[in-house]
């Protein structure tokens, strides 16, 4: 009899495990002014920035980008220097109107290289989930059946 109860106990102990665990890296949108295109611009443009957190494809790819230092300039140019080689690309951010998983957050964030790989790896259209003055954090769908991409750009 005692067997019959403490297995499903178990079993409710285990679901509940799961369930505690589920979407816990899809961060809300946590911003400075939310929608605020003017200051995701103000902020992003100063200083130099680093890769500290990439999920690509369910796969944690953040070690690719140590040493990659990104400067976000004016006319939408975006330099990325690793000190022996410098890439430039382009960014660019998108007040979209567009039905997407967050009604609150109308903010595109898009950046584009053309080589090398790894940095073709982070060209797309990013939603914008976080604004602060040292941390910007993007997520992305696009092309991905596997899952969210997570992309996090810290200040230096």
Known sequence: MKKLFLYPLLFGVFLLNVAGTCCADDPDVVSIAKN??????????????????????NSNTTNEYLGYNFTFGTNEILTSDTGSNTFIGNWSII?????????????????????PETLMEV????????????KVRLKSKSGNVDGINYLTFEKK
Do not use: C, M, R
């Open 36 to 57: 605020d295109w003017t200051q995701l611009n103000a902020i992003i443009s100063e200083g130099n920035w680093e890769v500290t957190y990439f999920l690509d494809k």
């Open 95 to 115: 007040k979209s109107n567009s039905i997407d998983d967050n009604p609150d957050n109308d903010l595109d964030f898009a950046i584009s290289f053309s080589s």
């Open 123 to 134: 060209s797309e259209h990013w939603d914008v989930t976080e604004i602060a003055e040292t």
